[in-house]
């Protein structure tokens, strides 16, 4: 237990920026929905969607292999040098071709839709947050090796609240003709405070390179990003399959593919406790299990790790479904429509956040050539089911692809682990734990309750029992142990 107390310290510290900005981001979730139309938030997250894509190819794993490199203490000098450096001359060459090919850009994002959606100053603002938070991942990532889990949290936090705070301001009191280019500036300014604010760890960086040890990084590295975007496709390519595949119906509105983006986006953030305890998790997960890779008791560590993650990962499932009724009002009416999306997304969440803890045995192994081909599968059924399913039933279908994604890969993960390197998960034990949590969502859903106060109640009722349940016969006996 002592090392399950660690990490959730360690969680709890990098989950505190994480989880409080995303608390309060969800917030910016109606204020977004109430001020937009749907197919202006169409436009958000489409970009977000690119971005995110565009920010694995910047990092290109070496993020990761700057962790699995630093482990040798006499050396983290000179792998922190070569991994800036690195990052620093692909990160300007970036900006300067972007830069210089500005407009076609803009044109492509453009191609199949009316009246200019994507503008050129949107996609500048982009490639200048794309840059800035290249540039900032290997600083980031020394704070986590170093264990300044504070000073991490910190900027984290001066980056969320400076975020919220522009938001707010321009929502509430400069109150600009153009609010959607008045988001992408808020996150420019604040990717901007925090590159100040880790300003010391850029100091410490020397310009000393080392072409060996680049090499070995990048034969590490570049499975990972292969790994990574083909996971990003998984994640957020269904925003762009709805964009170039959704069936827009006969008389139907020039906005219709921008005003479906915009319903799905804006239902996929109800189903943003899961991703944010996911993220806080994966913060303190890495370092945490590359530094417990040679103890003699590892795998049994990932064991209970495992154990202790699924399980919470349950109880977010079950108590979000208890609240829908109350959650939904974050997002307005028009946006409503698109609510049974969001168990599904929950799901499919809950199968990816155990896949990232199952991936242990690839990184530790040094195997993350395995990590790209489990993620490349999932992205090519990504790829595939939605271009089945999209033209059909629309986001629904993006939002089973998701599912079916994310199930596959845990499974596969979970084979060639045991393979490679077999650890004793308590299968069955969380199996039947997210049966029984899924089967109460279904009872919470069955139950012809029309009274919104009543039907709370006993939603917390069936809730409150879960939980007993898990602890009585799993948590309690973990801390005895």
């Known amino acids: 237990m002592g090392n399950i107390k660690k990490l959730a310290s360690q969680t709890a510290i990098y ?9 309060l981001n969800y917030f910016l979730v109606p204020l977004y929905s109430y001020n937009l139309l749907t197919n202006q938030y169409g436009v958000v997250n489409t970009l977000y969607a690119y971005a995110s894509f565009m920010m694995i190819l910047l990092s290109y794993g070496m993020e990761t292999a700057f962790f699995r490199f630093s482990q040798e203490e006499d050396k983290r000098k000179v792998v922190y040098n070569t991994a800036m450096l690195s990052l620093i001359t692909t990160s300007l060459a ?3 071709i972007t830069f210089a090919f500005l407009s076609p850009i803009t044109d492509l994002l453009n191609s199949n839709l009316e009246n200019g959606t994507f503008k050129s100053q949107y996609v500048l603002m982009f490639l200048v947050i794309l840059a800035l938070d290249a540039l900032r991942a290997i600083p980031y990532a020394k704070l986590r090796v170093e264990q300044k889990a504070k000073r991490f949290a910190f900027i984290k936090s001066a980056d969320i609240f400076t975020n919220i705070g522009c938001n707010l301001l321009f ?7 153009d609010l959607i280019a008045a988001i992408f500036l808020s996150n420019v300014i ?6 100040l604010l880790l300003m010391p760890q850029y100091m410490s960086f020397r310009w000393r390179f080392s072409f060996s040890l680049w090499k070995r990084m990048m034969v590490y590295g570049l499975p990972v990003m292969v790994g990574g975007f083909a996971g990003m496709i998984n994640e957020t390519f269904d925003r762009i399959a709805l964009q170039h595949l959704i069936t827009v119906p006969e008389g139907g509105s020039p906005n ?5 983006i915009g319903i799905y986006g804006g239902c996929y953030k109800l189903a943003v406790v899961m991703t944010l305890f996911i993220q806080a998790f994966k913060f303190a997960a890495e370092p945490f299990f590359f530094s417990k890779m040679k103890n003699a008791d590892a795998k049994q560590t990932y064991s209970q790790v495992m154990r202790v993650y699924t399980i919470f990962l349950c109880v977010i499932f079950l108590a979000v479904m208890a609240y829908i009724d109350v959650l939904q009002y974050f997002i307005d009416a028009p946006y409503r429509v698109g609510l049974g999306i969001v168990p599904i997304l929950l799901v499919a969440n809950l199968f990816v956040g155990v896949y990232y803890n199952l991936a242990v045995w690839y990184k530790v192994t040094d195997k993350t050539i395995y990590g790209a081909y489990i993620t490349a ?5 990504t790829l595939v089911l939605n271009r089945i399913l999209v033209p059909y039933f629309g986001y629904m279908g993006a939002a089973w692809t998701t599912l079916a994604c994310y199930f596959s890969i845990m499974v596969l993960c979970y084979f060639a682990g045991q393979k490679y390197y077999p650890v004793a998960y308590p299968l069955k034990r969380l199996s039947l734990y997210f049966l029984l949590a899924l089967g109460l969502y279904f009872l ?5 309750i029309e009274s919104l106060i009543l ?3 006993v939603n917390t009722v069936i809730l409150l029992g879960y939980i007993a349940v898990v602890i009585k016969f799993d948590i309690y006996k973990m801390i005895k142990q």
Do not use: C
């Open 15 to 23: 989950g505190i920026p994480t989880i409080l900005g995303r608390i």
């Open 444 to 448: 919470m859903t069955a139950l012809p």
């Open 455 to 457: 039907r709370l109640i």
């Open 190 to 195: 604040a990717s901007f405070v925090s590159f």
């Open 377 to 381: 599968f999932g992205a090519i059924i």
């Open 94 to 96: 970036f900006l300067a």
């Open 256 to 260: 219709y593919i921008m005003q479906q």
């Open 171 to 177: 929502f509430f009191v400069i109150k600009p003709a």
